[in-house]
């Protein structure tokens, strides 16, 4: 990862090359880093730790997220792709501040963005539990080997590095799934295959079980029909999006979008792990090591020294992508976009975005190592964790982002209603019980995905309803933002003329 990191450092020359990598990877190495970006630790650590503790009805969480992701990844990848290389977009929030016009809404989504701190807060937890569990280091000392490893990689090679080492990750990630569904289809440990494997859980963890009262997550049909609603925003979330600009060219975005579906839709397989754990009787001090337990435990040190390789690569896979993500709310969305068109003077570009390069480096130390501080004592849940973090990113990005890239119509007033609607549907929903504000009287308070889907929904709605009362884009931006688009349809419109003529 080192090695890797160095050659990412020798292609990153400017603050664009750290920020986004733009055109520099074909559609192949771009679908294993976006995949592996995707299944984090809380895919690799996280949901099979779910599962040790409450069985088969984790499924529904495992078959449904990546569902949603790649739906919402087909509706924004082109289009995100296209406008961010035609206005030198460099993150998610700055597509969002050129896509309508308006700062106002650039800095907002960089605010509400800063909550993905809690997301690689949930990442160095991970890789502390994995130091932990297999090589006796203390949790303690893991969280900052985990951080310095970012550390070393990151501030040199920025994009380049992140998505050169992901797709290697991505690789090993692949591997490993194939081994956890390998162990339940022939009942590791168990004889008697995966009827065996349900036979020996308790009755309520069981695969005829598909809701559970004490669980808000799997409460019932409706929440379980939210963690689809509130994935299909995922592909909102910062450190995705700034995978699209770095595609060569939007020729290779659909070879991209199905090979990536592929590998990530397979990959949630992994908490199938945390059942054949269960099943065999395996203790643990936290749910979340259950799968780097059940390799020391099941296999020869070596081969489980290994195959935690690539639990650690789920880890720094999306570490690192979200540790670049913050930093560039930094660099480019607060100083490059914000501060210095406020600045009443004719601006330096080389200077602007060589500060800029730096601001970028400096954020990723500052990030990391705040992460790092933040979880010296561990969450009993990462899942949990994650989603604390970008539930709101989810709800609030959700009308402006997926709406807005389907309805060309959307008004930036729309967009910036619908943006701070969602945002505080999840924050009363979800955070507002947490925060001591009030007793929770949402019924799915302690479910972030309900929260999140929810206020998902009303933001898409609000950004569809307000944009037909409300003033739209200029037609010469739009056809700037679209152009691409509109000759497509007027070209399909001619030949079908023509054909009926």
């Not at 669980?215 to 925003?233: E, K, P």
């Not at 406020?342 to 480096?361: F, G, H, N, V």
């Not at 010296?376 to 973090?389: K, S």
């Not at 929904?457 to 933002?481: D, G, Q, R, W």
Request: glycine share 10%; net charge neutral; with cysteine.
């Amino acid at each position: 990862m080192i090695g890797l990191g160095y050659k990412g450092y020798r292609q990153t020359d400017s603050q664009d090359d750290y920020a986004t990598a733009r055109g520099g990877f074909g559609f192949l190495m771009l679908s294993l880093a976006y995949a592996a970006t995707v299944a984090s630790g809380s895919t690799f650590m996280g949901m099979p730790g779910m599962a040790y503790g409450m069985g088969f009805k984790v499924g529904y969480y495992a078959i449904l997220y990546p569902v949603g992701a790649y739906i919402g990844m087909m509706i924004v990848a082109r289009i995100t792709k296209k406008v961010g290389d035609r206005f030198g977009s460099q993150s998610v929030p700055d597509f969002l501040g050129d896509r309508y016009q308006s700062p106002v809404l650039r800095v907002l989504a960089a605010l509400v963005a800063l909550f993905l701190l809690f997301y690689v807060m949930s990442q160095i937890t991970a890789a502390g539990w994995l130091f932990d569990t297999i090589l006796g280091v203390n949790y303690d000392v893991g969280i900052w080997l985990a951080g310095g490893l970012l550390l070393v990689y990151l501030t040199a090679g920025g994009t380049y590095a992140d998505i050169l080492t992901d797709g290697v990750q991505g690789a090993i990630m692949i591997a490993i799934t194939a081994l956890v569904a390998f162990m339940f289809v022939t009942g590791w440990g168990i004889e008697g295959g995966p009827v065996a494997v349900n036979a020996a859980l308790p009755s309520q963890m069981q695969w005829d079980v598909h809701t559970s009262d004490q669980n808000a997550t799997f409460a019932s049909g409706w929440a379980i029909f939210l963690l689809l609603v509130a994935h299909i925003g995922f592909t909102a979330l910062p450190h995705l999006g700034n995978k699209f600009f770095a595609i060569k060219s939007t020729q290779y975005m659909k070879k991209f979008m199905l090979a990536s579906a592929v590998i990530g839709i397979s990959l949630p397989l992994m908490f199938l792990g945390g059942i054949v754990g269960r099943a065999m009787g395996i203790q643990v001090q936290n749910p979340d090591a259950i799968l780097p337990v059940l390799f020391m435990q099941t296999l020869p040190p070596v081969v489980a020294a290994f195959l935690s390789v690539a639990i650690l690569s789920a880890i720094v896979s999306t570490a690192d992508g979200l540790i670049i993500a913050i930093s560039q709310i930094f660099a480019n969305d607060l100083y490059r976009k914000t501060y210095v068109p406020m600045k009443d003077e004719q601006p330096d570009q080389s200077r602007i975005d060589q500060r800029a390069l730096w601001i970028s480096r400096i954020s990723t130390v500052v990030v990391t190592v705040a992460a790092i501080l933040a979880v010296r004592t561990p969450p009993e849940y990462l899942a949990v964790l994650l989603w604390v973090g970008i539930g709101g990113i989810i709800a609030s990005y959700g009308g402006p982002y997926l709406v807005g890239t389907l309805r060309e119509e959307t008004s930036k007033t729309a967009a910036i209603t619908a943006f701070v609607a969602g945002f505080l549907t999840f924050f009363v929903l979800h955070l507002g019980p947490r925060f001591g504000l009030y007793e929770g009287w949402f019924p799915y308070n302690q479910n972030p995905f309900a929260a999140s889907g929810i206020g998902f929904m009303i933001s898409c709605a609000l950004t569809y309803v307000v944009s037909k009362f409300t003033e739209p884009l200029p037609e010469e931006h739009l056809n700037k933002v679209f152009s691409t688009r509109r000759s497509e349809e007027s070209t399909g419109s001619d030949a079908h003329g023509t054909s009926g003529d």
